[in-house]
């Protein structure tokens, strides 16, 4: 039961009301100790997320691009990828529905990954993990295309991570309530000055939240994934 420690009142100055359950909340905060804590990204080196348009990897991508970084997303479909690039800045965004996914990768990467933000898993962390940088981080944050399989999926480069020394941290946002007061601000202040951009799903209607649960493991979500109740 919650003592009240855990609830946090929103200044609803701070950023649109909505953004504080996306970009301002919870899965902005993911992004920004994921990436800045365990990925450690420094100017230069190249940063990829997966799911790069929806909550959490779309502000993965703009602030590897604030570090200095070059940002690579892969995303499902060219509506997705294009909007990656023109809207958040991206330098580069794969399709993972095409074909020649490894190809298009590995060009997209041309000096290799120094920080990949894991977000889905499955043969795409294998096709990154053939790409690693040696010291590369690997910040784990989801596995969703693993969530609705009945069997795991078995991942095939592993040995990449020794001859790389490379280092997989899985986390979880709410291990880390010190740092959310300074990510919050952090990520607040990006919104106010137009760097830290987010875009929206909206299912109305409690009784269509199932649907867009489910709609999230397919990819039809575009955006933060939302449910207006009134
Ligand atoms: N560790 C933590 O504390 C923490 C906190 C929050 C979220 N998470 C995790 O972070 C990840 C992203 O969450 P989010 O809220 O930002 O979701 P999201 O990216 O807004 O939505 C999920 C996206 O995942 C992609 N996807 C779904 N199934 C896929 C598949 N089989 N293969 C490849 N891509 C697939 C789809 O994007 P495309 O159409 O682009 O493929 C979909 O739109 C999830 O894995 C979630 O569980 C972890």
């Given at each position: 039961?919650?003592?009240?420690?855990?609830?946090?009142?929103?200044?609803?100055?701070?950023?649109?009301?909505?953004?504080?359950?996306?970009?301002?909340?919870?899965?902005?905060?993911?992004?920004?100790?994921?990436?800045?804590?365990?990925?450690?990204?420094?100017?230069?080196e190249?940063?990829?997320?997966?799911?790069?348009?929806?909550?959490?990897?779309?502000?993965?991508?703009?602030?590897?691009?604030?570090?200095?970084?070059?940002?690579?997303?892969?995303?499902?479909?060219?509506?997705?990828?294009?909007?990656?690039?023109?809207?958040?800045?991206?330098?580069?965004?794969?399709?993972?529905?095409?074909?020649?996914?490894?190809?298009?990768?590995?060009?997209?990467?041309?000096?290799?990954?120094?920080?990949?933000?894991?977000?889905?898993?499955?043969?795409?962390?294998d096709?990154?993990?053939?790409?690693?940088?040696?010291?590369?981080?690997?910040?784990?944050?989801?596995?969703?295309?693993?969530?609705?399989?009945?069997?795991?999926y078995?991942?095939?480069?592993?040995?990449?991570?020794?001859?790389?020394?490379?280092?997989?941290?899985?986390?979880?946002?709410?291990?880390?309530?010190?740092?959310?007061?300074?990510?919050?601000?952090?990520?607040?202040?990006?919104?106010?000055?137009g760097?830290?951009?987010?875009?929206?799903?909206i299912?109305?209607?409690?009784?269509?939240?199932?649907?867009a649960?489910?709609?999230l493991?397919?990819?039809?979500?575009?955006?933060?994934?939302?449910?207006?109740?009134?």
């Amino acid at each position: 039961m919650s003592d009240g420690s855990d609830l946090r009142k929103i200044d609803a100055k701070a950023a649109p009301l909505s953004a504080h359950l996306g970009a301002v909340g919870m899965p902005g905060v993911t992004a920004w100790i994921g990436l800045l804590d365990i990925g450690q990204p420094k100017p230069g080196e190249t940063v990829v997320v997966a799911a790069a348009s929806g909550a959490v990897g779309s502000v993965v991508g703009q602030l590897a691009k604030a570090k200095g970084c070059r940002a690579v997303g892969i995303a499902g479909g060219k509506a997705k990828c294009d909007y990656v690039m023109n809207e958040l800045g991206f330098d580069a965004c794969v399709d993972h529905k095409a074909p020649n996914l490894f190809e298009r990768l590995s060009a997209a990467v041309p000096q290799g990954i120094d920080v990949y933000f894991e977000n889905v898993g499955g043969e795409i962390l294998d096709m990154v993990l053939r790409l690693l940088n040696p010291f590369a981080r690997i910040p784990l944050c989801g596995l969703i295309s693993g969530y609705n399989a009945t069997e795991p999926y078995g991942v095939k480069f592993i040995h990449s991570l020794l001859v790389n020394r490379a280092k997989l941290q899985g986390f979880i946002v709410s291990d880390h309530l010190e740092r959310w007061p300074t990510a919050l601000g952090e990520l607040a202040a990006m919104v106010r000055e137009g760097k830290l951009k987010y875009r929206e799903t909206i299912a109305e209607g409690i009784e269509n939240a199932p649907k867009a649960f489910i709609g999230l493991l397919k990819g039809e979500n575009f955006g933060k994934q939302l449910v207006k109740l009134a």
